[in-house]
């Protein structure tokens, strides 16, 4: 009997890390579903990248931290495909100025809880009910948690939060064979990484880790396949991708 084509939902997809992990996940056999907030154009490229490598792929846009639109984003891609296999949930925001804790507005809280944390509770929670036995769910927490930089408080307190909800729910996930876990990435560079970031302070994040450059986003892209392998023994768990800085 032939074995039906594994499915990837990855959100915030249309550009940097989402964007490789969506055509990493292409290239190993993965019918993959490309969601994005607000750029359709960007979305549809890498769509369009992922069929130029005989791959599968649609875009399918959805604001995470609407729950309606994510069950609307779960049902769209079953429609399209029969089935959701892997979530891998990156669609995350960063301040551009990263304002220290006082100086941080309700807006900017607000917004980062809304997409960072709410919009990953969304998502998992659709994927207790949608996701086949024996799927795999890859959470995105940040190494900056190990750093503990200045202006980063908010910011990496939603990642934490993450990492703790990764845990749980591993465990909550108890009989249906998913596996729940978190990548965090260190430095990478990408355009969200580099905005708002002088060129002395990206050299300096550079050489931080012991293997001396940023990650790339292929980087973590690769480390995200690892986890969205089926058949894992590793759950609950936070992989730290970041070159050994923390």
């Known amino acids: 009997m032939e074995q039906a084509q594994q499915v990837a939902i990855v959100t915030g997809a249309s550009r940097g890390i989402g964007a490789e992990i969506a055509r990493q996940l292409g290239k190993e056999g993965y019918a993959v579903v490309v969601n994005y907030a607000g750029n359709a154009a960007e979305a549809q490229k890498v769509v369009d990248a992922i069929a130029a490598d005989n791959g599968k792929a649609i875009a399918i846009q959805a604001d995470v931290a609407d729950s309606s639109a994510v069950n609307a984003l779960f049902d769209q891609a079953i429609a399209a495909f029969g089935r959701v296999d892997v979530l891998v949930n990156n669609a995350g925001i960063m301040p551009p100025k990263l304002p220290m804790l006082a100086d941080t507005d309700d807006a900017t809280f607000d917004r980062l809880i809304a997409v960072n944390l709410k919009g990953s509770f969304n998502t998992m929670r659709a994927a207790a009910t949608r996701l086949q036995q024996g799927g795999r769910i890859v959470n995105f927490s940040t190494s900056v948690i190990g750093l503990a930089m200045p202006g980063y408080a908010v910011y990496a307190a939603t990642k934490g939060a993450i990492e703790v909800m990764t845990n749980i729910f591993a465990k909550e996930l108890r009989g249906k064979q998913i596996t729940v876990n978190a990548v965090a990435p260190g430095p990478t560079a990408t355009a969200l990484f580099l905005d708002g970031k ?15 450059r940023l990650g790339s986003p292929d980087d973590i892209a690769k480390a995200v396949a690892f986890l969205a392998a089926p058949g894992s023994w590793i759950n609950g768990q936070t992989l730290r991708a970041n070159g050994g800085l923390v």
């Open 198 to 212: 002088t060129p002395e302070l990206v050299e300096r994040l550079s050489k931080a880790a012991p293997l001396e």
